[in-house]
Antibody, heavy 116, light 107 residues
Framework: EVQLVESGGGLVQPGRSLKLSCAASGFTFSNYYMAWVRQAPKKGLEWVATISTSGSRTYYPDSVKGRFTISRDNAKSSLYLQMNSLKSEDTATYYC?????????WGQGTLVTVSS | DIQMTQSPSSMSASLGDTVTINCLASQDIGNYLSWYQQKPGKSPKLMIYGATNLEDGVPSRFSGSRSGSDYSLTINSLGYDDEGIYHCHQYYEYPLTFGSGTKLEIK
C-alpha cells in the first residue's frame, strides 16, 4: 500500500525557516517524480514544487522560487521541502504527492502557520 | 501562466441527479487535465486524468470530457458520497495550475 506521511509543520515567525519531510513507503520511491502542493485555509490547491527521480531537476512557481528548495533522499525514500524567508501567505496545509503530472497519491498534509 | 477558470464555484443537487463541472483553460493544454475530489479535512483524490481517463477504483458514474479548451467533469446518479470540493488541474506545462474549486452539496 502506497503511503506518504508528512511531518515538520508548525507555527513559525515571518522571515524564519522550516523544513518539511515526507516519508514514502509501498512503492519504489526512486522511480517517481515527487511534488509538494499546498492549500491555504478555505482556499484552492497551489502547486509548490516538483523534483525529478534523481533530484537533478527541480521546478517551482514564481511565488516560492528562491525561497523554497525541494530535495529527496532515495536511499531513505524521503522527500523534503526547505522553506526560507517565510511569509504570512505561506500559511497552508502542505501535501506531498507522488508524480510529476497527475498526482495519484497524496499524504495527509502538514499544517504550516506563519505568524508572529 | 495557464489560468484554469472553474465554474460554478458552488452548486447544490439532489440524490440521483446528474451534474457537470467545467474548467476553461486560458490556452491549449491538450488532454493534460486532471480532476480531483476533496472531502473536508482530507487530501485530494484523483478521479480523472488525461481529461477523460477514469482513475482505478473510481465509479463509472464519473466521466470527463473536452471540447476545445473547455473541460468538463460529469457525475451521474449523484449519491451522498459525492459531496465535496472538485478541483481541475492542468499539467501541460509549468507552473502547474489548479482551478479555484467547485463545492458540491447534495440536498
Amino acid at each position: 500500500e502506497v503511503q506518504l506521511v508528512e511531518s515538520g509543520g508548525g507555527l513559525v515567525q515571518p522571515g524564519r525557516s522550516l523544513k518539511l519531510s515526507c516519508a514514502a513507503s509501498g512503492f519504489t520511491f526512486s522511480n517517481y517524480y515527487m511534488a509538494w502542493v499546498r492549500q491555504a485555509p478555505k482556499k484552492g490547491l497551489e502547486w509548490v514544487a516538483t523534483i525529478s527521480t534523481s533530484g537533478s531537476r527541480t521546478y517551482y512557481p514564481d511565488s516560492v522560487k528562491g525561497r523554497f528548495t525541494i530535495s529527496r533522499d532515495n536511499a531513505k525514500s524521503s522527500l523534503y521541502l526547505q522553506m526560507n524567508s517565510l511569509k504570512s501567505e505561506d500559511t497552508a496545509t502542505y501535501y506531498c504527492a507522488r508524480g510529476g503530472q497527475r498526482f495519484a497519491y497524496w499524504g495527509q498534509g502538514t499544517l504550516v502557520t506563519v505568524s508572529s | 501562466d495557464i489560468q484554469m477558470t472553474q465554474s460554478p464555484s458552488s452548486m447544490s443537487a439532489s440524490l440521483g441527479d446528474t451534474v457537470t463541472i467545467n474548467c476553461l483553460a486560458s490556452q491549449d493544454i491538450g488532454n493534460y487535465l486532471s480532476w480531483y475530489q476533496q472531502k473536508p479535512g482530507k487530501s485530494p483524490k484523483l478521479m480523472i486524468y488525461g481529461a477523460t481517463n477514469l482513475e482505478d477504483g473510481v465509479p463509472s458514474r464519473f466521466s470527463g470530457s473536452r471540447s476545445g479548451s473547455d473541460y468538463s467533469l460529469t457525475i451521474n446518479s449523484l449519491g451522498y458520497d459525492d459531496e465535496g470540493i472538485y478541483h481541475c488541474h492542468q499539467y501541460y506545462e509549468y507552473p502547474l495550475t489548479f482551478g479555484s474549486g467547485t463545492k458540491l452539496e447534495i440536498k
